[in-house]
């Protein structure tokens, strides 16, 4: 059946009536264009608005220019509606619940009231993904454990302001640190941040040597290097391919703007549906933040994911930064950095300087 505003309407109808937790009212508002977001929907972004195309067509937009779904099917249409349509009422609801209070209640809320309305919606909620979707196991572990641990202190660009993690074939963290300028000399000496800090009188502080150094290692199948700034633009894509690179994610943060960038690339291209380098600030609890069956639905299903398991966790920062941990095995030594061990070096040109 092709989708028209009548058909659409009609099929909501028979769904709003056979629920306790619907009403007509609640479908999204529908337009012909996103130019039409702000006049329908009657503020800049955040809820969900229909663009109907004459060929059936549906695209869902959460702002004029974020496009979160597009399909035909008729049931994934409504499934979206409902799932807009639920996140309010159990904001409204995890408001006013007693105990653990509204974050930890608000995403299963949300499956709750999608469950009342169509098991198979709950159980797709819960997934995180798309239809036939298979629901990813428990993680079953400290969530603040590999990666999430440093989610707090990172968006004030503590310890450093870029985290960057790169996978491939017999990698080497020394070699990538050398190809992004770190002094050859401190590599080959074993220089840690324990012996920076020395040099700095123990201060180590922003203003100072800091900001010429990298730290660097390997923690599990991915190296990792995190600094403030580089001597330059960086390796091209070419030259980490040559050292055997095959994917790279790199974080950055830029506290004084509250923007916090993720960027994913693998065999030389960007895994971003076409959206670009990705802003974290995106990311609403309850909300998947990337495109729906998508090159990075695996991200929304790991992030449903850590929601459900840790409703403790009150930061979504961790949430997202375990959800990555989950979903990429991305790990950062917690013991070795914090207590000086990590490996080290200052960049070559400042270093000769």
């Known amino acids: 059946m092709q989708i028209s505003a009548y058909t659409l309407k009609r099929a ?16 999204p508002p529908t337009g012909t264009s996103p130019d039409q977001y702000e006049q329908h929907v009657g503020e800049p972004h955040g809820r969900l608005f229909l663009v109907l195309e004459d060929d059936g067509t549906v695209r869902g937009h959460i702002g004029p220019y974020r496009e979160v779904f597009v399909t035909q099917d008729l049931d994934q249409v409504l499934y979206f509606a409902a799932e807009d349509a639920v996140r309010k009422l159990a904001e409204h609801i995890a408001a006013r619940s007693p105990g653990s209070g509204p974050v930890a209640n608000l995403v299963s809320g949300q499956a709750e009231l999608l469950d009342r309305i169509n098991p198979a919606w709950g159980s797709r909620f819960r997934n995180g993904g798309m239809a036939g979707v298979q629901p990813p196991t428990a993680c079953g572990r400290d969530p603040l454990e590999r990666l999430a641990w440093i989610a707090d202190s990172w968006r004030e660009q503590d310890p450093y302001t870029h985290l960057a993690f790169f996978r ?11 190809l992004h300028g770190a002094d050859p000399a401190q590599i080959a000496a074993g220089t840690r941040l324990a012996d920076l800090r020395s040099m700095d009188g123990g201060t180590f502080d922003y203003w100072d040597i800091v900001w010429e150094t990298c730290c ?9 290097l995190m600094y403030h700034e580089t001597p330059g633009s960086g390796p091209d894509l070419e030259a980490l391919a040559r050292l055997g690179v095959t994917e ?23 895994i971003d549906d076409d959206w670009g380098v990705l802003e974290l600030i995106w990311y609403d609890r309850g909300r998947a933040p990337y495109f729906r069956g998508g090159q990075l639905d695996f991200l929304n299903q790991a992030i449903r994911r850590a929601e459900l398991d840790h409703p403790e966790l009150t930061s979504e920062f961790e949430l997202y930064f375990h959800a990555l941990e989950d979903a990429l095995d991305l790990q950062l030594p917690r013991q070795d950095i914090q207590q000086g061990t990590v490996r080290a070096a200052q960049w070559a040109r400042r270093n000769s300087s």
């Open 216 to 224: 660097f290692g390997q923690a599990g199948d991915w190296a990792f």
């Open 12 to 27: 909501w109808h028979q769904v709003a009536v056979s629920s306790d937790v619907l009403d007509d009212a609640m479908l």
């Open 248 to 270: 790279t994610v790199h974080l950055s943060a830029t506290s004084a703007k509250a923007i916090y960038t993720f960027d994913y690339m693998r065999n030389g291209r960007r």
């Open 168 to 178: 491939g074939e017999s990698i080497c963290a020394e070699q990538i640190a050398l």
